[in-house]
């Protein structure tokens, strides 16, 4: 005699198949877009030296700023609202979200373009550059979160390998004129032609017009996730700022070189990043139950990776990172024990944070986001001044370690929170 659990046991395992296929083309597609990163990176660092190279990073870490606006205000609540949604509804959210990406990038890029005329220098050229790449870059960014939440990665994927393509003879041109902006357009104006396809991919075009309509939508979830993400990467660029202030630009250069030899396995955790909250939003539909279990599998497996990546870094020959860094491994290298020991510790918090985002509880995720972006500054700035770049990076890594406990204390709580919820609207129904 069958009993009950039989059929239920096919059905578990094609689900676990599936969610499997959605992560693999999250790491495939982040993995272009990483390797693209890492190849831009390196090639600055081999061709203008620390000091240029000091400078791009400042723009880059700006960039990231911008990013987490974009994701704040448009692909953030996308991914949460609109993860395996019909497919009409899909595409009217996309039309608006990706118009909203398109309009922060071109505001804020005519910000960036103002203020690098008035700065000058390479600097301000620089960040001239940055306001004019801006738009197709956070547009190219939005494509790649629509095309996860429909459940199809790899359109994603094909769309950053298509970026790919078009930077190769962006970067030669770029090495000819020899300068930070330049390489700086050249990764922009490949990003644009990749945000391009994009549009012919999903036969959707941007509403620039629907931006207000969809911030008006998901104000609940959009601005305070635009607060969250911005306290992140602000607390990166202060960072940056203070290590410039302390211990000079080519600091921030270090960083920046440790930072591209953990590359494979920040390819890791953002590809993995892409579809967890879509992933964790799909367990918290079909199976409430398991999604505590879901983010403590995900946390654990990316801490160890984190952690083996480091070992291997630990063992590369000086000879290696030299070829890839230049004069930057020398000053770099001394930095892999505290970086990857920063990314493992902030690898124990990503499940919460998928856990909270899937819950919709904003409030609970900002407070998180905030006190972790708190440690954070605190944590990278205090080292620099006690023990300079090798000091930030230590403090760093301890904040990480104690944002990570944060929210999962908050996950524990909204939780619990949501299970006597349950309790509750089935007693009264």
Same mark, same amino acid.
């Given at each position: 005699? $069958?009993?009950?659990?039989?059929?239920?046991?096919?059905?578990?395992?094609?689900?676990?198949?599936? #969610?499997?296929?959605?992560? !693999?083309?999250?790491?495939?597609?982040?993995?272009?877009?990483?390797?693209?990163?890492?190849?831009?990176?390196?090639?600055?660092?081999?061709?203008?030296?620390? +000091?240029?190279?000091?400078?791009?990073?400042?723009?880059?870490?700006?960039?990231?700023?911008?990013?987490?606006?974009?994701?704040? %205000?448009?692909?953030?609540?996308?991914?949460?609202?609109? !993860?395996? @949604?019909?497919?009409? +509804?899909?595409?009217?959210?996309?039309?608006?979200?990706?118009?909203?990406?398109?309009?922060?990038?071109?505001?804020?890029?005519?910000?960036? *373009?103002?203020?690098?005329?008035?700065?000058?220098?390479?600097?301000?050229?620089?960040?001239?550059?940055?306001?004019?790449?801006?738009?197709?870059?956070? %547009?190219?960014?939005?494509?790649?979160?629509?095309?996860?939440?429909?459940? $199809?990665?790899?359109?994603?994927?094909?769309?950053? #390998?298509?970026?790919?393509?078009?930077?190769?003879?962006?970067?030669?041109?770029?090495?000819?004129?020899?300068?930070?902006?330049?390489? *700086?357009?050249?990764?922009?104006?490949?990003?644009?032609?990749?945000?391009?396809?994009?549009?012919?991919?999903?036969?959707?075009?941007?509403?620039?017009?629907?931006?207000?309509?969809?911030?008006?939508?998901?104000?609940?979830?959009?601005?305070?996730?635009?607060?969250?993400?911005?306290?992140? !990467?602000?607390?990166?660029?202060?960072?940056? !700022?203070?290590? $410039?202030?302390? @211990?000079?630009?080519?600091?921030?250069?270090?960083?920046?070189?440790?930072?591209?030899?953990l590359g494979p396995f920040y390819a890791v955790l953002t590809g993995l990043s892409l579809v967890t909250v879509a992933e964790a939003a799909r367990v918290l539909r079909r199976a409430p139950h398991r999604l505590g279990?879901?983010?403590?599998?995900?946390?654990?497996?990316?801490?160890?990776?984190?952690?083996?990546?480091?070992?291997?870094?630990?063992?590369?020959?000086?000879?290696?990172?030299?070829? *890839?860094?230049?004069?930057?491994?020398?000053?770099?290298?001394?930095?892999?024990?505290?970086?990857?020991?920063?990314?493992?510790?902030?690898?124990?918090? #990503?499940?919460?944070?998928?856990?909270?985002?899937?819950?919709?509880?904003?409030?609970? +995720?900002?407070?998180?986001?905030?006190?972790?972006?708190?440690?954070?500054?605190?944590?990278? #700035?205090?080292?620099?001044?006690?023990?300079?770049?090798?000091?930030?990076?230590?403090?760093?890594?301890?904040?990480?370690?104690?944002?990570?406990?944060?929210?999962?204390?908050?996950?524990? +709580?909204?939780?619990?929170?949501?299970?006597?919820?349950?309790?509750?609207?089935?007693?009264?129904?």
């Amino acid at each position: 005699m $069958t009993t009950p659990a039989a059929p239920a046991r096919p059905a578990r395992r094609a689900a676990t198949r599936a #969610i499997a296929g959605r992560l !693999s083309w999250g790491l495939a597609d982040q993995a272009a877009c990483s390797l693209s990163n890492f190849a831009v990176g390196i090639y600055v660092a081999r061709s203008l030296g620390l +000091s240029a190279f000091g400078v791009f990073s400042l723009a880059w870490a700006t960039y990231g700023v911008v990013l987490n606006v974009s994701r704040g %205000l448009a692909t953030d609540p996308l991914m949460v609202r609109f !993860s395996g @949604v019909p497919t009409a +509804s899909w595409r009217a959210a996309v039309a608006k979200s990706s118009g909203t990406a398109l309009g922060v990038g071109a505001a804020i890029g005519a910000g960036c *373009l103002v203020v690098g005329l008035g700065l000058g220098g390479h600097v301000g050229s620089a960040y001239a550059g940055l306001g004019v790449i801006l738009p197709g870059l956070l %547009l190219q960014d939005a494509w790649r979160f629509s095309f996860f939440a429909a459940g $199809t990665g790899q359109k994603a994927f094909v769309n950053d #390998i298509v970026w790919g393509v078009a930077l190769i003879p962006a970067m030669v041109v770029a090495a000819r004129v020899g300068t930070v902006a330049a390489f *700086l357009l050249a990764w922009g104006v490949s990003a644009a032609v990749a945000a391009g396809y994009g549009c012919l991919q999903s036969g959707i075009r941007p509403r620039l017009t629907g931006a207000r309509e969809w911030l008006r939508e998901q104000r609940d979830l959009g601005y305070r996730y635009l607060v969250e993400n911005v306290s992140l !990467s602000g607390a990166y660029q202060l960072r940056a !700022s203070g290590l $410039t202030a302390i @211990v000079g630009v080519s600091a921030v250069g270090v960083v920046r070189g440790v930072e591209l030899l953990l590359g494979p396995f920040y390819a890791v955790l953002t590809g993995l990043s892409l579809v967890t909250v879509a992933e964790a939003a799909r367990v918290l539909r079909r199976a409430p139950h398991r999604l505590g279990r879901f983010c403590l599998l995900l946390s654990g497996g990316q801490a160890a990776a984190a952690l083996l990546w480091g070992a291997v870094l630990l063992l590369m020959p000086d000879r290696v990172g030299e070829l *890839l860094l230049g004069d930057v491994w020398h000053s770099s290298a001394q930095l892999i024990v505290p970086a990857t020991l920063s990314v493992a510790g902030a690898s124990l918090g #990503i499940g919460a944070t998928a856990g909270l985002r899937a819950l919709g509880v904003a409030r609970r +995720s900002l407070r998180s986001q905030l006190l972790a972006s708190l440690f954070y500054a605190g944590g990278g #700035i205090g080292g620099a001044a006690v023990a300079g770049t090798v000091g930030s990076a230590w403090g760093v890594a301890a904040a990480t370690l104690s944002g990570s406990a944060v929210w999962w204390l908050q996950l524990r +709580s909204a939780l619990r929170e949501h299970h006597q919820n349950t309790i509750r609207e089935v007693r009264t129904s």
